[in-house]
């Protein structure tokens, strides 16, 4: 079974964490955008990124260029993140993961410009993860969780908008 997700994109309006309003903070979705995550059942897993985790170039020019455009990082270190959290949480809970599964992801979240596309994508991932093992995590719990494969794992300044 292949298990589609998706993510979109959100823009905070007022508030942070660390900011005067006492962490409460006011966000909406832009749908305009999206991450979205694709999973299914394979004999190993395989993390296969999206057009922004190039690996193949026609020359020296175009390397710079995608380099100069999208830096070193791509969603596929995000998506990895997730997995890890995901597997730390269920084994907390005394969950066993017994499947492999190829997981790809793209985005058309445009990159440092405020629109949590990074967050698009690991929650995208998360999704995908707790259909695909059909495990429920509680949805107090779930944004935390999200914001820890950031903030935590990878150490994104990330906040809760």
């Not at 730390?88 to 017994?98: E, G, K, M, P």
């Not at 990159?111 to 995208?124: K, N």
């Not at 998360?126 to 093992?133: H, T, Y």
């Not at 779930?142 to 809760?160: F, T």
């Amino acid at each position: 079974m292949v298990i589609r997700t998706q993510a979109y994109a959100r823009a905070g309006l007022i508030g942070n964490p660390s900011d005067g309003y006492f962490g409460k903070t006011i966000a909406l979705i832009v749908r305009n955008f999206r991450a979205e995550v694709t999973i299914y059942e394979s004999p190993r897993i395989e993390i296969r990124g999206g057009h922004r985790d190039r690996l193949h170039f026609a020359g020296l020019e175009e390397f710079l260029a995608d380099v100069q455009m999208n830096g070193y990082y791509g969603g596929v270190r995000l998506i990895k993140a997730a997995i890890k959290r995901f597997s730390d949480w269920c084994r907390d809970h005394a969950i066993v993961l017994d499947r492999s599964f190829t997981i790809e992801y793209d985005t058309d979240v445009p990159v440092r410009v405020g629109l949590a596309g990074s967050s698009a994508i690991v929650t995208a991932t998360m999704r995908a993860l707790m259909a695909f093992f059909r495990v429920e995590i509680p949805a107090p719990v779930l944004p935390g969780l999200i914001l820890s494969v950031e903030l935590d794992e990878l150490g994104i300044g990330a906040g809760l908008q």
